[in-house]
T-cell receptor
Framework: AQTVTQSQPEMSVQEAETVTLSCTYDTSESNYYLFWYKQPPSRQMILVIRQEAYKQQNATENRFSVNFQKAAKSFSLKISDSQLGDTAMYFCAFMKQVKPGNQFYFGTGTSLTVIP | DTGVSQDPRHKITKRGQNVTFRCDPISEHNRLYWYRQTLGQGPEFLTYFQNEAQLEKSRLLSDRFSAERPKGSFSTLEIQRTEQGDSAMYLC?????????????????FGPGTRLTVL
């Protein structure tokens, strides 16, 4: 079975500072995808960043980047130059491809508060 | 088409009643997912459709739950004889898959959810 663990239930960061959210996962699959989703208060979940397991290069999307350590099964999210709009729940997710479809597994989330 | 929509956004019902939720995916997406999210938890997978075919069902989906996706467009999730433990946010997501460089890619887009409260 696949599990996704986010060990930081809550975090806070000063505006303009950098913060790193942790995520570990457990799988025996070799081909899979990892995601970070953001869920602002009372708003819908949106994709922040995606990493394909076969890629060694860490994904980057503007102020968001990941540190993907495949051997350690670790997938952390770094948010640079934090903004007030980054305040949200962040979920780490794992996807494996199971023909004919795929299966997603989510962590329990990290609540991030950006302090002005 | 601006995204995945869900209706209703909120539903309050009494224990034992039946409820039905609707999800309208992004029009060109052939895959549709239902999740349940309780307070302080991440989404838990319930079921998955590819076009009109229901291909995956979680063990969380008891026989009181049924989902359909007629004609491969919108989907409905029905809960019969609701229980207080069914209170949760029910999320719908849709996706399409594309191929590049010998690999397939899949990105889910989530709807705003339906918050169910069973009294």
């Amino acid at each position: 079975a696949q599990t996704v663990t986010q060990s930081q239930p809550e975090m806070s960061v000063q505006e303009a500072e950098t913060v790193t959210l942790s995520c570990t996962y457990d799988t025996s699959e070799s081909n899979y995808y990892l995601f970070w989703y953001k869920q602002p208060p009372s708003r819908q979940m949106i994709l922040v960043i995606r990493q394909e397991a076969y890629k060694q290069q860490n994904a980057t999307e503007n102020r968001f980047s990941v540190n993907f350590q495949k051997a350690a099964k670790s997938f952390s999210l770094k948010i640079s130059d934090s903004q007030l709009g980054d305040t949200a729940m962040y979920f780490c997710a794992f996807m494996k491809q199971v023909k004919p479809g795929n299966q997603f597994y989510f962590g329990t989330g990290t609540s991030l508060t950006v302090i002005p | 088409d601006t995204g995945v929509s869900q209706d209703p956004r909120h539903k309050i019902t009494k224990r034992g009643q039946n409820v039905t939720f609707r999800c309208d995916p992004i029009s060109e997406h052939n895959r549709l997912y239902w999740y349940r999210q309780t307070l302080g938890q991440g989404p838990e997978f319930l079921t998955y459709f590819q076009n009109e075919a229901q291909l995956e069902k979680s063990r969380l989906l008891s026989d009181r739950f049924s989902a359909e996706r007629p004609k491969g467009s919108f989907s409905t999730l029905e809960i019969q004889r609701t229980e207080q433990g069914d209170s949760a946010m029910y999320l719908c997501a849709s996706s399409s898959t594309w191929l590049a460089g010998g690999h397939s890619y899949n990105e889910q887009f989530f709807g705003p959810g339906t918050r169910l409260t069973v009294l």
